[in-house]
């Protein structure tokens, strides 16, 4: 994990100058390893480090509902997520409107992992009194490797996401 | 890292003020803590905001229902007490970041921070009042052109203080020394 994470900080560090960023936030909800119910309401910067790659970093609050012997217990806290967002495909045919397809991964310190997709669409003409370029909506997808309280498994994140173009 | 960024990017550029005075109505939920026990219901939302360009000051009163389950500590006596919630409290929006896809059509981002009180009052004849403070994040869609219309959708953390709540329309045995852990609410409303 510490490997990822220098990777990640070596990444973001050598991004050029022109580089593609965005700053918005998100809203997940999932259902995680040892009956764990997680929602969570972030704020998400991406970063591109080079092609359709980029470097994500995300500081993400989370409400925790675990149901141990029939009681639910709750909790709740921040996390830093950091991770890789890769373009896999986009789609012009709609004037001024990308169709985008991303895969990501990456992790968080609780020693979680994931790895998941979003598809998403951007919105770039700036016609506007403003200097900024875009908007983007995704929706995504992840998969969540976890081990919370020693039950290792996998779990799944739905989020819904939106983001504004530097 | 990600609150700096977002503070300092694209902090030249030109955006369209807030509008100097904005009316809002609306709806919500809320979640939230009282004890150990779960708390939550919906809300409707009156709000009057003034503009001072990227920076938006608002007061707002919300008026809505509470409901406590208990199971969370008495497995075995599963019974949930209604009641009303009403808060009013105030704070600061910032714009933090705004698209204009048309002239008049914006999409926006803000950050804001509030404060307030909240007064819980159940149906068994318990009350409970107690300050909060939220952190959150919204997304409108604006018309500068047509009266600044507005509508907004926002998310934000709220933190209650730690105290003996926890007896507060309690049934069964519940812990009076568990602490309130942070809640959250959302929004949607309209403004011009």
Redesign the interface.
Known sequence: MVRALALVAVLAGTARADVD?R???D?GVGALPAKTVD?A?G???DQRIAGAWFAT???R?H?IDQTIA????????PALELGVRHRLTTSHRFE?LDLNLDGEAGIAPQMEAYAGLRFGYR?T????????H??DFDVGLRAIASDRDAVIGIGGMFMVA?A??? | ???C??GT??AE????PWPRWAPEVGFGAH?S?IG?R?EGGVDGVLALSLGLGRWQLFGSATLGTAGVNN???T?ALEMAVDGSRAWFGGGIRWL????????D???E?D?HAQTGIERYAFGDGTRLVRPDVAV??G?DVRSPGLHQLTTRLD?R?VFTPTNEDALVACRGTCDPHSGS??G?DMGVTFAW
């Open positions: 960023r700053v918005g936030w809203f929602i309401l704020i998400a910067l970093a995300a500081f609050w409400w029939m009681t639910t217990v709750s909790t709740a806290g001024h919105i003409e700036h016609m506007g009194p403003t200097a900024q875009g908007f939106m504004w173009d530097d | 890292m990600v609150i960024a977002a990017a694209a550029d030109q955006v369209t979640v803590q150990a779960s199971t969370a500590t497995p933090a970041r705004q698209y204009a896809p048309e002239r059509f914006l999409i981002m950050l959150g994040v997304w998310v953390i852990v942070a959250l």
